[in-house]
């Protein structure tokens, strides 16, 4: 069985699977990584959002192969790693999630690791772009909430966005 | 804990408000445990209307589900342990509602305990609860108010003796307060400290005074849930992230047509051959194989190569089944239309809409030669644990159900479709299993709000309404989890569905009221054809029967000349809907001024112990409907919801506001965008590309929700909006359009949104390119 190896929320693994199995199951059914959740396996929910090298992806749609052993995969668990400790909140969390808990944005929470994934690597877009979140862009957003949290979602990713 | 005998109020303050009396159990142990059962039950409402009540006035489901849970809840138990926290595991499922918190509040009010310190599990199934095991109907906090705060109550009372002995002073001069218990000269006692002291060395009942409302500084704040650190860190446990020895994950391939059954399968060895497979078996509802990984079991149901037979509806198609509605439908009474007395007259179709929630149906199962363990989120864990028994062939206690928290359920899990499964696939594999069901298989096989029909006659008269009749007819709602416990749901399962339909009647006629006084009132409810795989669906009957009366309530003003807004002002029956609807309007600005194409829509609703008003704002004007957003479905928008509910007590404003939050955005689904297609013998949508729920580019920029003050005892809210968000954007819907809609979602009979995933293999093979896509 081939090996596979790659860097997971700071840390290199190697893992010996087929090259042809998707990362999502990697991460959650051999890792036992469980923040990205299974929605839907075909890249339409969004609720695995991970990152890859700081850019959001979804692991459901990359077979593990396609893996270098130097790229870095950042899930739920690992973002607060993503920010210095300075800019972590009083949870000593990324300000995106701390925006979320003040916001009281989960109800089942199923959707929420992936939403949060992805709310940090729009904002980190628009920064890129040197401009600031605008309702274009949190209608853009493909991430299923079937609890209907959208409301709060919009709030917590402008709370966010300042805070990041 | 078997010693522990039933309570009941001290009959002198039955109904009573003002002093608050109650009985109770310290049960004997090492540490305090007390315990409570009792329910105030409110008096029913005075009906001082024209309008004869309806069965719904008077006794709702709220009640009669309350009134079930009476015999047995005296076994709920609240713990104190050494560390000073308290525990209570819940005999309820946490699926989203967040009844855990509110009940973490109603425990740290009555104890006198910050609200960090008191731990919420979900109880396991124990069948000795017979009744009150359900969770369903927003019943939960109307029915556990009380019983939890009692037993609270009577744990603070110990602690309090303990700490009169210890600190040398009455109880009537020591304060509880965060934990703490504090005597006047300043000496002080932790819970933690008195757990042990506070003991009853045998089971005793107690009375004990509940805190006086006034006083409640925990119970009405606006409070964030309890498990949301858990839920934003990844932490938060479902069914699928458990690890149980040896339980690999397990899938099923299905029929292509709707409950098709297996017969054999042709490859089982090439099959068993693939990389990382374990097992390949045959099941009742297909063929269930296990590997190392989800993935693996993907790859090896879409090679297997399976003989079905076929299900009962193959080859049929939406228009069949309506029209099998219709022919069930029951003769409505004539009423006039001539020059003194119009009747205005519409018939409305609702089509199948999937309850499907993110977490799909999945359980873990370790099902030995003489004993059995599941896990899986379950609304229903005693019935759950019987039906399981009875399939495998072991006795009730040697099967044990552990209720785990879900991904939501929008009445998914008052069945238990993937733990029957699991137990089914664990016993005849012999191993443990993780059972998941594939997204796909959710959206086609899993269940769904049935399709139906809603006739409504309303004559009116010089400016009176005399006569408001609606029939509703549809496809069953299947109600064999009865509720919760074996012996009701083999009463749902009779012979020719006449048992269902029972259940059907009486939870229509407990649920459902036309709010307005319009004259004779009549509402009736058939079912037909139990061939589909139905449930109820967040809210039940009530968006289709609430969309259908405020849709012909809006013709009604029309043809009156009167507003909207002040048509139903005049005609409402119910001071706390007038009272919601004004604040509404007020906050909504109804009747602003909007460009053509834009218009505002009202719906109210009276259900769960509380009211609600819903105003929107929808743009229906061609740039808005016709905007493109690549695999989504966009339509008519609503911009603007304005939502108030008068729930009663709110033990939790901030999540009452959270669930408001959920209503309006299904309503929006379920009125616009989301609903299965039967085609030729299957429903075609397999997925979220497929099946369009509510995504961010329909949902409203401009949310407002307000929870109204309250002095009525606290009712449900995770239903509660949905009923009169829906009837508000079809109300909206049909004033931009200048058109009443009759069907639902409106664009069920336009070209489909998708192209129809596969049926053999029956789930879609997972991309490759993901990483084409990163941003």
């Given at each position: 069985m081939p090996e596979q190896t790659f860097i997971v929320n700071g840390a290199r693994v190697t893992v010996d699977v087929e090259d042809d199995v998707r990362l999502l199951w990697v991460l959650r059914d051999i890792l036992a990584i469980n923040g990205p959740k299974y929605g839907c396996g075909i890249n339409v929910c969004k609720a695995c959002t991970s990152h890859i090298n700081g850019k959001a992806?979804?692991?459901?749609?990359?077979?593990?192969?396609?893996?270098?052993?130097?790229?870095?995969?950042t899930t739920i668990e690992g973002l607060p790693g993503q920010v210095p400790d300075r800019q972590r909140g009083e949870h000593g969390l990324h300000p995106m999630q701390e925006a979320w808990l003040d916001r009281d944005v989960a109800q089942c929470g199923y959707c929420q690791p992936g939403q949060i994934m992805a709310a940090v690597a729009l904002v980190n877009k628009v920064k890129r772009e040197g401009r600031s979140i605008t309702d274009a862009d949190l209608d853009a957003i493909r991430n299923i909430c079937r609890c209907g949290t959208y409301t709060r979602i919009r709030e917590a990713i402008r709370d966010g966005e300042q805070r990041m | 804990m078997s010693d522990v005998r039933p309570t009941r109020h001290d009959a002198e303050d039955r109904g009573s408000f003002g002093r608050r009396?109650?009985?109770?159990?310290?049960?004997?142990?090492?540490?305090?445990?007390?315990?409570?059962?009792?329910?105030?039950?409110?008096?029913?409402?005075?009906?001082?209307?024209?309008?004869?009540?309806?069965?719904?006035?008077?006794?709702?489901?709220?009640?009669?589900?309350?009134?079930?849970?009476?015999?047995?809840?005296?076994?709920?138990?609240?713990?104190?342990?050494?560390?000073g926290s308290a525990s209570f595991a819940l005999p309820r499922a946490e699926v989203g509602q967040g009844i855990t918190t509110a009940v973490a509040m109603i425990i740290a009010e009555e104890l006198e305990i910050g609200l960090e310190k008191v731990r919420v599990t979900l109880a396991p199934a124990r069948p000795e609860l017979v009744w009150n095991q359900i969770t369903g109907g927003s019943n939960t906090i109307h029915a556990m108010y009380y019983p939890i705060r009692v037993a609270a109550a009577i744990a603070k009372g110990a602690l309090l003796e303990a700490a009169a002995v210890l600190l040398g002073?009455?109880?009537?001069?020591?304060?509880?307060?965060?934990?703490?218990?504090?005597?006047?000269?300043?000496?002080?006692?932790?819970?933690?400290?008195?757990?042990?002291?506070?003991?009853?060395?045998?089971?005793?009942q107690v009375a004990v005074d509940l805190k006086d409302d006034r006083s409640f500084g925990v119970i009405g704040r606006p409070t964030n849930r309890i498990d949301a650190l858990a839920a934003v860190t990844g932490t938060k446990v479902y069914a699928t992230d458990l690890t149980v020895e040896g339980a690999l994950p397990t899938m099923v391939c299905r029929a292509p047509t709707l409950n098709g059954r297996p017969v054999s399968v042709r490859n089982t060895a090439h099959v068993k051959a693939m990389p990382g497979v374990t097992h390949v078996a045959l099941i009742s509802t297909g063929v269930a194989v296990r590997a190392r990984t989800f993935g693996q079991c993907i790859d090896a149901i879409r090679a297997l190569d399976v003989v079905w037979q076929d299900g009962p509806v193959a080859g049929l198609s939406d228009a069949d089944i309506l029209a099998g509605v219709k022919a069930a439908e029951l003769p409505m009474p004539a009423l006039p239309d001539?020059?003194?007395?119009?009747?205005?007259?519409?018939?409305?179709?609702?089509?199948?809409?999937?309850?499907?929630?993110?977490?799909?149906?999945?359980?873990?199962?370790?099902?030995?030669?003489?004993?059995?363990?599941?896990?899986?989120?379950?609304?229903?864990?005693?019935?759950?644990?019987?039906?399981?028994?009875?399939?495998?062939?072991?006795?009730?206690?040697?099967?044990?159900?552990?209720?785990?928290?879900?991904?939501?359920?929008?009445?998914?899990?008052?069945?238990s479709d993937g733990a029957f499964e699991a137990a089914e696939a664990s016993q005849v594999m012999g191993v443990p299993v993780k059972l998941m069901w594939h997204r796909a298989d959710d959206a086609r096989v899993g269940r769904a709000h049935p399709m139906c029909t809603s006739r409504v006659r309303a004559m009116h008269s010089l400016g009176q309404v005399l006569a408001f009749q609606q029939s509703h007819t549809?496809?069953?709602?299947?109600?064999?989890?009865?509720?919760?416990?074996?012996?009701?749901?083999?009463?749902?399962?009779?012979?020719?569905?006449?048992?269902?339909?029972?259940?059907?009647?009486?939870?229509?006629?407990?649920?459902?009221?036309?709010?307005?006084?319009?004259?004779?009132?009549?509402?009736?409810?058939?079912?037909?054809?139990?061939?589909?795989?139905?449930?109820?669906?967040?809210?039940?009957?009530?968006?289709?029967?609430?969309?259908?009366?405020?849709?012909?309530?809006?013709?009604?003003?029309?043809?009156?000349?009167?507003?909207?807004?002040?048509?139903?002002?005049?005609?409402?029956?119910?001071?706390?809907?007038?009272?919601?609807?004004?604040?509404?309007?007020?906050?909504?600005?109804?009747?602003?001024?909007?460009?053509?194409?834009?218009?505002?829509?009202?719906?109210?609703?009276?259900?769960?112990?509380?009211v609600s008003a819903c105003i929107v704002e929808i743009d229906a004007r061609p740039e808005t409907v016709n905007r493109r957003v690549w695999n989504g479905v966009t339509g008519p928008r609503v911009t603007r919801a304005t939502m108030v509910m008068d729930p009663g007590l709110a033990i939790n404003p901030r999540g009452v506001e959270a669930q408001m939050q959920g209503c309006i955005n299904d309503a929006i689904a379920m009125t616009l965008t989301s609903s299965l297609h039967l085609r030729d013998g299957h429903f075609l949508e397999a997925s979220w590309d497929n099946y369009f729920y509510t995504r961010q580019w329909n949902t409203p920029p401009q949310v407002e929700t307000v929870v109204m003050p309250s002095d009525e005892r606290p009712g449900g809210v995770g239903e509660a909006g949905v009923a009169s968000a829906c009837a508000a954007v079809a109300c909206a819907y049909a004033r931009a359009t200048g058109t009443m809609p009759t069907e639902f979602p409106i664009n069920h009979n336009r070209p489909l949104g998708f192209e129809p995933k596969s049926f053999i293999p029956p789930v879609p093979q997972s991309p490759t390119d993901g990483l084409d896509f990163t941003y």
């Amino acid at each position: 069985m081939p090996e596979q190896t790659f860097i997971v929320n700071g840390a290199r693994v190697t893992v010996d699977v087929e090259d042809d199995v998707r990362l999502l199951w990697v991460l959650r059914d051999i890792l036992a990584i469980n923040g990205p959740k299974y929605g839907c396996g075909i890249n339409v929910c969004k609720a695995c959002t991970s990152h890859i090298n700081g850019k959001a992806f979804n692991p459901c749609a990359v077979p593990v192969g396609a893996l270098k052993a130097d790229d870095e995969v950042t899930t739920i668990e690992g973002l607060p790693g993503q920010v210095p400790d300075r800019q972590r909140g009083e949870h000593g969390l990324h300000p995106m999630q701390e925006a979320w808990l003040d916001r009281d944005v989960a109800q089942c929470g199923y959707c929420q690791p992936g939403q949060i994934m992805a709310a940090v690597a729009l904002v980190n877009k628009v920064k890129r772009e040197g401009r600031s979140i605008t309702d274009a862009d949190l209608d853009a957003i493909r991430n299923i909430c079937r609890c209907g949290t959208y409301t709060r979602i919009r709030e917590a990713i402008r709370d966010g966005e300042q805070r990041m | 804990m078997s010693d522990v005998r039933p309570t009941r109020h001290d009959a002198e303050d039955r109904g009573s408000f003002g002093r608050r009396r109650f009985l109770g159990y310290l049960v004997g142990g090492a540490t305090v445990v007390a315990a409570a059962e009792l329910t105030m039950l409110t008096p029913p409402a005075a009906a001082a209307v024209p309008s004869v009540p309806q069965v719904a006035d008077l006794y709702d489901l709220n009640e009669l589900l309350t009134d079930a849970a009476l015999p047995t809840s005296q076994l709920i138990t609240v713990t104190i342990h050494e560390d000073g926290s308290a525990s209570f595991a819940l005999p309820r499922a946490e699926v989203g509602q967040g009844i855990t918190t509110a009940v973490a509040m109603i425990i740290a009010e009555e104890l006198e305990i910050g609200l960090e310190k008191v731990r919420v599990t979900l109880a396991p199934a124990r069948p000795e609860l017979v009744w009150n095991q359900i969770t369903g109907g927003s019943n939960t906090i109307h029915a556990m108010y009380y019983p939890i705060r009692v037993a609270a109550a009577i744990a603070k009372g110990a602690l309090l003796e303990a700490a009169a002995v210890l600190l040398g002073y009455g109880v009537d001069r020591l304060t509880a307060y965060q934990g703490l218990i504090s005597a006047p000269d300043g000496s002080t006692a932790s819970y933690g400290d008195l757990a042990a002291l506070a003991a009853s060395p045998s089971t005793r009942q107690v009375a004990v005074d509940l805190k006086d409302d006034r006083s409640f500084g925990v119970i009405g704040r606006p409070t964030n849930r309890i498990d949301a650190l858990a839920a934003v860190t990844g932490t938060k446990v479902y069914a699928t992230d458990l690890t149980v020895e040896g339980a690999l994950p397990t899938m099923v391939c299905r029929a292509p047509t709707l409950n098709g059954r297996p017969v054999s399968v042709r490859n089982t060895a090439h099959v068993k051959a693939m990389p990382g497979v374990t097992h390949v078996a045959l099941i009742s509802t297909g063929v269930a194989v296990r590997a190392r990984t989800f993935g693996q079991c993907i790859d090896a149901i879409r090679a297997l190569d399976v003989v079905w037979q076929d299900g009962p509806v193959a080859g049929l198609s939406d228009a069949d089944i309506l029209a099998g509605v219709k022919a069930a439908e029951l003769p409505m009474p004539a009423l006039p239309d001539n020059l003194l007395a119009k009747t205005i007259s519409a018939d409305f179709t609702f089509y199948f809409r999937s309850n499907s929630a993110m977490d799909t149906n999945s359980a873990i199962a370790d099902v030995r030669s003489d004993r059995a363990e599941i896990w899986s989120s379950l609304k229903n864990p005693i019935w759950t644990q019987q039906r399981i028994a009875q399939s495998l062939g072991l006795p009730q206690d040697k099967v044990k159900v552990n209720v785990v928290e879900g991904g939501g359920s929008f009445g998914r899990r008052l069945f238990s479709d993937g733990a029957f499964e699991a137990a089914e696939a664990s016993q005849v594999m012999g191993v443990p299993v993780k059972l998941m069901w594939h997204r796909a298989d959710d959206a086609r096989v899993g269940r769904a709000h049935p399709m139906c029909t809603s006739r409504v006659r309303a004559m009116h008269s010089l400016g009176q309404v005399l006569a408001f009749q609606q029939s509703h007819t549809s496809v069953e709602t299947d109600y064999r989890h009865g509720v919760g416990e074996m012996l009701t749901a083999t009463a749902a399962d009779l012979p020719l569905g006449l048992g269902n339909l029972g259940f059907a009647q009486t939870i229509f006629n407990t649920t459902q009221v036309i709010p307005y006084d319009f004259g004779v009132l009549l509402q009736t409810i058939m079912e037909t054809d139990s061939r589909f795989n139905t449930a109820s669906m967040r809210n039940i009957y009530s968006p289709d029967v609430r969309t259908a009366n405020e849709l012909v309530v809006d013709q009604l003003a029309k043809a009156m000349r009167k507003d909207p807004l002040a048509f139903r002002l005049e005609f409402l029956r119910n001071a706390r809907l007038k009272r919601v609807l004004q604040e509404a309007a007020r906050r909504a600005e109804w009747g602003k001024s909007m460009p053509a194409g834009m218009a505002q829509g009202i719906g109210v609703h009276v259900e769960y112990k509380g009211v609600s008003a819903c105003i929107v704002e929808i743009d229906a004007r061609p740039e808005t409907v016709n905007r493109r957003v690549w695999n989504g479905v966009t339509g008519p928008r609503v911009t603007r919801a304005t939502m108030v509910m008068d729930p009663g007590l709110a033990i939790n404003p901030r999540g009452v506001e959270a669930q408001m939050q959920g209503c309006i955005n299904d309503a929006i689904a379920m009125t616009l965008t989301s609903s299965l297609h039967l085609r030729d013998g299957h429903f075609l949508e397999a997925s979220w590309d497929n099946y369009f729920y509510t995504r961010q580019w329909n949902t409203p920029p401009q949310v407002e929700t307000v929870v109204m003050p309250s002095d009525e005892r606290p009712g449900g809210v995770g239903e509660a909006g949905v009923a009169s968000a829906c009837a508000a954007v079809a109300c909206a819907y049909a004033r931009a359009t200048g058109t009443m809609p009759t069907e639902f979602p409106i664009n069920h009979n336009r070209p489909l949104g998708f192209e129809p995933k596969s049926f053999i293999p029956p789930v879609p093979q997972s991309p490759t390119d993901g990483l084409d896509f990163t941003y």
